[in-house]
C-alpha cells in the first residue's frame, strides 16, 4: 500500500472534496481574475498614451501598441484555455468515481468510455510536455556548464 495515499474514508473525501476545490480556487479561481485585471489597466493604459502621442503630434515613428494589446489578451486567453481542463478533471473525477464503479458492473463500455474522457482531460493537462520540458531545462543546464549529453532519438531539438 501506498503510504502517500490517504489511509482513511475521512483523509480520502478530505483530500476528494475539499482540497480539489481548494486547489482550484489557487490555481485558477485567484489568478486569472488578478491576471485579467492586471492586462485591462495596462491594456487601458497603453491606449491612454497612445491617445496623448497623438494629441501632440509625435511623427509617424510611434510605436503601434495594438500588438501588445493583443498579446496581452492572448495570454489570459491562454492561460485559461491550458489551466481549465486540468483543474476541471481534478474537480470532477472525485464525484464521477462512484458512478463509474457502480455503471461498471451494469455497462462495461460506457464506464470504460467515461472513464477513457477523464484520461484524456488529465492529459490535456500536458503532463507528458512539462515533463520534456524539464528534461530540456536539465540539458540546456547542463549545455551550458559545458557538459556534452547526447540527444535521445526521440527527443527534439530545441536548445
Given at each position: 500500500m501506498n503510504t502517500c495515499?490517504?489511509?482513511?474514508?475521512?483523509?480520502?473525501?478530505l483530500f476528494d472534496y475539499v482540497y480539489r476545490w481548494i486547489d482550484f480556487t489557487l490555481r485558477l479561481g485567484a489568478?486569472?481574475?488578478?491576471?485579467l485585471i492586471g492586462n485591462v489597466?495596462?491594456?487601458m493604459q497603453l491606449a491612454r498614451s497612445r491617445s496623448i502621442r497623438q494629441r501632440m503630434n509625435i511623427s509617424g515613428l510611434a510605436h503601434d501598441t495594438r500588438p501588445v494589446s493583443l498579446l496581452m489578451i492572448a495570454l489570459c486567453v491562454l492561460f485559461l484555455v491550458t489551466m481549465t481542463?486540468?483543474?476541471?478533471m481534478s474537480v470532477y473525477f472525485p464525484y464521477q468515481r462512484e458512478k463509474l464503479l457502480a455503471l461498471r458492473s451494469v455497462d462495461p463500455y460506457t464506464?470504460?468510455?467515461d472513464a477513457q474522457y477523464i484520461v484524456h482531460l488529465f492529459h490535456l493537462r500536458g503532463c507528458r510536455s512539462g515533463q520534456l520540458l524539464q528534461r530540456h531545462l536539465q540539458l540546456c543546464h547542463l549545455r551550458v556548464q559545458r557538459i556534452e549529453v547526447p540527444r535521445r532519438a526521440e527527443e527534439p531539438?530545441?536548445?
Amino acid at each position: 500500500m501506498n503510504t502517500c495515499l490517504p489511509s482513511t474514508k475521512g483523509y480520502h473525501d478530505l483530500f476528494d472534496y475539499v482540497y480539489r476545490w481548494i486547489d482550484f480556487t489557487l490555481r485558477l479561481g485567484a489568478p486569472f481574475p488578478l491576471l485579467l485585471i492586471g492586462n485591462v489597466i495596462i491594456v487601458m493604459q497603453l491606449a491612454r498614451s497612445r491617445s496623448i502621442r497623438q494629441r501632440m503630434n509625435i511623427s509617424g515613428l510611434a510605436h503601434d501598441t495594438r500588438p501588445v494589446s493583443l498579446l496581452m489578451i492572448a495570454l489570459c486567453v491562454l492561460f485559461l484555455v491550458t489551466m481549465t481542463p486540468t483543474l476541471v478533471m481534478s474537480v470532477y473525477f472525485p464525484y464521477q468515481r462512484e458512478k463509474l464503479l457502480a455503471l461498471r458492473s451494469v455497462d462495461p463500455y460506457t464506464a470504460w468510455y467515461d472513464a477513457q474522457y477523464i484520461v484524456h482531460l488529465f492529459h490535456l493537462r500536458g503532463c507528458r510536455s512539462g515533463q520534456l520540458l524539464q528534461r530540456h531545462l536539465q540539458l540546456c543546464h547542463l549545455r551550458v556548464q559545458r557538459i556534452e549529453v547526447p540527444r535521445r532519438a526521440e527527443e527534439p531539438a530545441l536548445l
